[in-house]
């Protein structure tokens, strides 16, 4: 009876503070709303905990001409590049470049509804201090490759235009799509591909040196296809826009990504959804945002500090990472690290987490377990551990010390886990419906 009447307090102090903050945190989200049920989902699991607008709507995310990879080329303009001489194009269609040069820029000045597709055909192009294609407007750029190798490559330091810094290889103040059916081979001092907007990639191969972020976008950088090689970068994949925090997502849904980075291999400020593809991540945190969410595909981490790390990078949405299906491997390194490290909470509903390491999970919120494998250190386990402390142990393991394991305490207190968070959820939905009319992704 004195637990009932200490938990209707805690209940109450809650009812108060949700009513007074309108707090948004939530215990899980429901993102694949749209797609229909979670792969890999456990029979009878429950759906989440609070109900949360979908953020990432990838219904129309890539078009049809996101998707081509062999445009028509019946009336494309033809240009061969040359030495020192800048190419500049203003109006929409499609370009197809050739050759080789050093010191030459290919400027995109187009109106703000226009198309520019540049076909590369075996280009080579070296700058010392320039981008080598240079988006000043356009609706959105689309850089194809044709079958062949083609080559792009900044090799001194990055000098400013007035007061834009210039500070990547293929540098676009707009909307950006690479695809097609060759190889693109970019070397930068700095970022290799940067996208003031949105950067798609839907086909190609891709190869990336560089010491900044290989593909920088400040909106989101969305993958359908493709295969991408990143090497000696500081970051991957980075999506970040550092005067608004609802905006930086990134968004993977197939195709391939063999990164190894200095820093993270991915990084978002919001969501980073991971629906398919073949992952293989080397660096020092292997994928870094606020909500992180895996339904599909195949992620090999190895890090040498947070091998997935759910923090509070943005003020829009709470710290969460969320398994609904797919095959999640991760080595890390030694010390203080953990394979899955969340400032809010931790859900897992299906797919396979095979962790090594001496801290396999670390999180300050709450942890469901609802279907799925669980693989700590070679062990199958229906137990999300929490590490305290650098390794101290788990919870379960000391409150059984203790003589009163999680689920002796909850039925002392007559009320079950999940009701208890399902009902804090819900309130926390009210006041985010309340609080917040906008998306914190559009």
């Given at each position: 009876m004195k637990n009932k009447k200490v938990m209707a307090m805690i209940m109450?102090?809650?009812?108060?503070?949700?009513?007074?903050?309108?707090?948004?945190?939530?215990?899980?989200?429901?993102?694949?709303?749209?797609?229909?049920?979670?792969?890999?989902?456990?029979?009878?699991?429950?759906?989440?905990?609070?109900?949360?607008?979908?953020?990432?709507?990838?219904?129309?995310?890539?078009?049809?001409r996101d998707m081509e990879q062999s445009p028509d080329l019946s009336e494309a303009e033809r240009i061969e590049v040359s030495d020192n001489k800048n190419v500049t194009i203003d109006t929409e269609g499609i370009y197809v470049i050739s050759g080789e040069a050093k010191e030459t820029t290919i400027y995109v000045e187009a109106g703000d509804e226009d198309k520019i597709q540049l076909v590369l055909d075996n280009v080579t192009i070296t700058n010392?201090?320039?981008?080598?294609?240079?988006?000043?407007?356009?609706?959105?750029?689309?850089?194809?490759?044709?079958?062949?190798?083609?080559?792009?490559?900044?090799?001194?330091?990055?000098?400013?235009?007035?007061?834009?810094?210039?500070?990547?290889?293929?540098?676009?103040?707009?909307?950006?799509?690479?695809?097609?059916?060759?190889?693109?081979?970019?070397?930068s001092t700095d970022n290799a591909v940067t996208s003031k907007d949105t950067l798609?990639?839907?086909?190609?191969?891709i190869v990336i040196e560089c010491k900044g972020s290989a593909l920088e976008a400040h909106d989101?950088?969305?993958?359908?296809?493709?295969?991408?090689?990143?090497?000696?970068?500081?970051?991957?994949?980075?999506?970040?826009?550092?005067?608004?925090?609802?905006?930086?997502?990134?968004?993977?849904?197939?195709?391939?990504?063999?990164?190894?980075?200095?820093?993270?291999?991915?990084?978002?400020?919001?969501?980073?959804?991971?629906?398919?593809?073949?992952?293989?991540?080397?660096?020092?945190?292997?994928?870094?945002?606020?909500?992180?969410?895996?339904n599909?595909?195949?992620?090999?981490?190895t890090a040498s500090d947070d091998g997935i790390n759910a923090a509070r990078k943005s003020g829009s949405v709470s710290p969460l990472f969320e398994m609904n299906g797919g095959e999640v491997t991760i080595n890390m390194g030694a010390g203080d690290t953990d394979g899955v490290d969340s400032n809010g909470d931790i859900t897992i509903n299906g797919g396979t987490i095979d962790i090594t390491g001496q801290s396999t999970f670390d999180y300050d919120g709450n942890a469901i377990y609802n279907g799925g494998t669980i693989i700590e250190n070679g062990k199958e386990t229906n137990t999300i551990t929490n590490q305290m402390m650098g390794g101290m142990g788990n919870r379960g393991e000391m409150n059984e010390r203790?003589?009163?394991?999680?689920?002796?305490?909850?039925?002392?207190e007559n009320m079950n886990h999940g009701?208890?968070?399902?009902?804090?959820?819900?309130?926390?939905g009210q006041g985010r419906m309340q609080d917040k009319q906008n998306p914190a992704i559009q």
């Open positions: 109450a102090a809650i009812i108060a503070s949700l009513t007074a903050c309108g707090t948004t945190s939530s215990v899980t989200t429901n993102l694949t709303e749209e797609a229909g049920a979670r792969p890999g989902k456990a029979a009878g699991a429950e759906a989440g905990t609070a109900e949360q607008k979908e953020e990432i709507n990838t219904e129309d995310m890539f078009s049809e010392k201090n320039k981008p080598v294609i240079y988006v000043k407007s356009a609706d959105k750029v689309f850089i194809t490759t044709a079958d062949g190798n083609n080559s792009l490559s900044v090799t001194g330091e990055f000098q400013a235009d007035g007061d834009t810094n210039t500070d990547a290889v293929i540098f676009s103040k707009d909307d950006l799509v690479l695809n097609g059916t060759g190889t693109l081979t970019v070397y798609k990639i839907t086909g190609g191969n989101a950088i969305e993958m359908a296809d493709g295969n991408v090689d990143i090497s000696s970068c500081n970051d991957g994949i980075h999506a970040e826009d550092s005067d608004d925090d609802t905006k930086g997502y990134v968004y993977i849904g197939g195709g391939s990504l063999n990164i190894t980075a200095d820093d993270d291999a991915i990084h978002a400020i919001t969501f980073v959804r991971i629906d398919n593809g073949s992952l293989t991540l080397k660096s020092a945190e292997g994928i870094a945002g606020t909500v992180i969410q895996i599909n595909g195949t992620v090999d981490i203790n003589g009163m394991n999680n689920g002796e305490m909850r039925n002392r009701d208890f968070f399902k009902e804090q959820g819900k309130m926390r």
